[in-house]
């Protein structure tokens, strides 16, 4: 039976509004965001000759514009597009977590909503980080929520291409950090108690290879030592 690799592929920096923790703010990539991706697409462009792994002939991505603008770099790194058969494809399901009726308002503000709602207790401190917090809004999701949204998605793919793969493959996912983490942890790919202690680096693979029965596997790409930010 071939070998299954998905490869999860967090966009480059983006113009990001300070002090806001909503993840769907629908801004573009910066300059930087633009170069870290075409440095990082054709460096696994190199990789997946090396490896003599058969690509999947969709690339998913996040419909979140940064998530998109890094696949379609991607795809030119890697001729998709180009010809036929070959087809970059935008999913929701692959957007990061979801602050619901608070999407990009500022910490300050978000605080000031609860503070003068009689429904809501006051906010802990790391709620941002908590993989288990959701926001008493409308809409809000949790970290783990999020990430069993991502691993859905991934696994019904990757279930997707075990049915017509012959040959070593891998599928291309482009989204965001946290989601992502919380997925692969979901996957069995990243220990539970690691998940807070890693973030992804912006355009930079990390493959884990698909397992029909049992956890998945890390097999390449490093995760970033966890930052602050969570996106």
Not at 152 to 177: C, E, K, N, P, Y
Request: aromatic residues 8%.
């Amino acid at each position: 039976m071939p070998r299954l690799y998905a490869a999860l592929v967090r966009h480059g920096d983006y113009h990001q509004l300070a002090d806001t923790p909503s993840a769907h703010q629908p801004f573009a990539l910066t300059d930087a965001g633009y170069r870290e991706a075409e440095v990082e697409a054709s460096r696994f462009a190199r990789q997946l000759q090396g490896e003599n792994w058969v690509l999947a002939d969709e690339l998913h991505t996040s419909t979140l514009l940064r998530a998109w603008q890094t696949a379609r770099i991607y795809a030119q790194a890697l001729a998709l597009g180009e010809g036929p058969g070959l087809t970059t494809v935008e999913f929701g399901a692959l957007a990061e977590r979801c602050v619901g009726a608070a999407a990009n308002l500022s910490l300050g503000q978000i605080a000031e909503v609860i503070a003068s709602d009689p429904r809501y207790e006051a906010l802990p401190p790391d709620w941002k980080s908590d993989s288990d917090f959701c926001l008493p809004f409308l809409g809000a999701e949790s970290l783990w929520q999020a990430g069993e949204r991502v691993a859905a998605h991934i696994r019904a793919a990757m279930q997707g291409l075990a049915a017509s793969a012959t040959r070593d493959s891998l599928q291309l996912f482009v989204g965001h950090g946290a989601a992502f983490r919380h997925a692969a942890a979901l996957l069995g790919a990243l220990p539970r108690d690691q998940v807070a202690a890693v973030s992804m680096y912006h355009a930079r693979p990390v493959i884990l290879e698909w397992r029909a029965q049992g956890p998945w596997r890390h097999v390449a790409g490093d995760w970033k030592p966890r930052g602050r930010r969570l996106d």
